[in-house]
């Protein structure tokens, strides 16, 4: 198994910026591709980016331009930089691995999951 421990999330004025972390521990070595994805309040959880160890990424159409993700493969940490937040980005942000080589963004593709850090951002 893969713990994942989300950090960063909080509350930001539209036009602002945050930056997520993610750290995981225990067996890593499957879990090649890390993302993030992103659940608001009465809405279906969503792929927002995905990065191969190797650097490809994938992003979604909602965030491209805005967000960045990145890791740090010796500190097993990815990371997502968040900015011009827009309202509609609010919403609980989930860290997920998944062994493999292509950055999907299909929640069902990924079987090890963090706990969620929220983002709020108030126009």
């Known amino acids: 198994q893969v713990q994942l421990v989300e950090s960063g999330g909080g509350s930001v004025q539209a036009g602002g910026s945050l930056r997520l972390s993610c750290a995981a521990s225990?067996?890593?070595?499957?879990?090649?591709?890390m993302a993030w994805f992103r659940q608001g309040p009465g809405k279906e959880r969503e792929g927002v980016a995905a990065?191969?160890?190797?650097?490809?990424?994938a992003y979604s159409d909602s965030v491209k331009g805005r967000f960045t993700i990145s890791r740090d493969n010796a500190k097993s940490t990815v990371y997502l930089q968040m900015n011009n937040l827009k309202p509609e980005d609010t919403a609980m942000y989930y860290c997920?691995?998944?062994?493999?080589?292509?950055?999907?963004?299909?929640?069902?593709?990924?079987?090890?999951w963090g706990q969620g850090t929220q983002v709020t951002v108030s126009s």
């Open positions: 225990g067996y890593t070595s499957d879990a090649r591709v």
């Open positions: 990065i191969s160890t190797t650097g490809s990424s």
């Open positions: 997920a691995a998944r062994r493999g080589l292509n950055p999907f963004l299909t929640t069902s593709q990924y079987n090890n």
